[in-house]
């Protein structure tokens, strides 16, 4: 299957502080990719989509200004987790969707686990 | 707005036995995917459910979609120990941009 990646995989950070998060479709371009947030024993919730090049599109109850997404290129999105509080500690998941397989299945990343202290 | 409901949540069971996880959904929408999700990983596809009708079956495994009841099963044949993990369906939104909407998954565990 295609393949996505995700840096860091994990990440330990105070409170206060930043964080990106890395996201790259590694053999296909990805046109758009999605942001999910995953708390303990819950599900996938979507964050927000991003189109390469243009704004992303965040879902309700998420904070645009705390969760900077940039989708700049058709392989790579980040999203950077600003002024970090512990209630931000959770497992934060990509996808990717684009010219592979039909293009409308959504290939996800390994997750990164953020804890903040 | 597009609910998923899956059941049972928790579901745990007997090696050798047999049982359905289901998926309904609120709103009409032409795809399906199931995932399975370890302890600490990232998702892993199973299954793409794209027609009304369709069935698709891995190993020990059969999804398939009725469009029209807005319902999908997973169907576990003679569980074993490996298949312990929890199980998620997505809908798509049919919208612009192909959202997925997940359920609130259901974890399995197989008992020996």
């Known amino acids: 299957g295609a393949v996505v990646s995700q840096h860091p995989s994990w990440v330990i950070c105070k409170s206060g502080t930043s964080v990106k998060i890395e996201c790259r479709s590694l053999?296909?371009?990805?046109?758009?990719m999605f942001w999910y947030r995953q708390f303990p024993k819950q599900s996938l919730m979507l964050m927000a989509t991003s189109n390469e090049g243009s704004k992303a599109t965040y879902e309700q109850g998420v904070e645009k200004d705390k969760f900077l997404i940039n989708h700049a290129s058709l392989t790579l999105s980040t999203l950077t987790v600003t002024s970090a509080h512990p209630e931000d500690s959770s497992f934060y998941i990509c996808s990717a969707r684009g010219d592979r397989g039909g293009g409308y299945e959504q290939y996800f990343g390994p997750g990164t686990r953020l804890t903040v202290t | 707005e597009l609910k998923v409901e899956q059941n049972p949540l928790f579901l745990s069971m007997q090696e050798g036995k047999n049982y359905t996880i289901y998926c309904n959904y609120s709103t009409t929408s032409d795809r399906l995917y199931w995932y399975r999700q370890d302890p600490g990983k990232s998702l892993e596809s199973l299954f793409v459910?794209?027609?009304?009708?369709a069935v698709k079956q891995e190993g020990r495994l059969m999804a398939s979609l009725d469009t029209k009841a807005r319902l999908s099963t997973l169907h576990i044949t003679a569980a074993v120990h490996d298949l312990s993990a929890t199980y998620f369906c997505?809908?798509?939104?049919?919208?612009?941009?192909?959202?997925?909407?997940f359920g609130s998954g259901t974890q399995l565990t197989v008992l020996p």
């Open positions: 459910l794209l027609s009304n009708g």
């Open positions: 053999d296909f371009q990805a046109t758009t």
């Open positions: 997505a809908v798509d939104n049919s919208g612009s941009a192909r959202q997925l909407t």
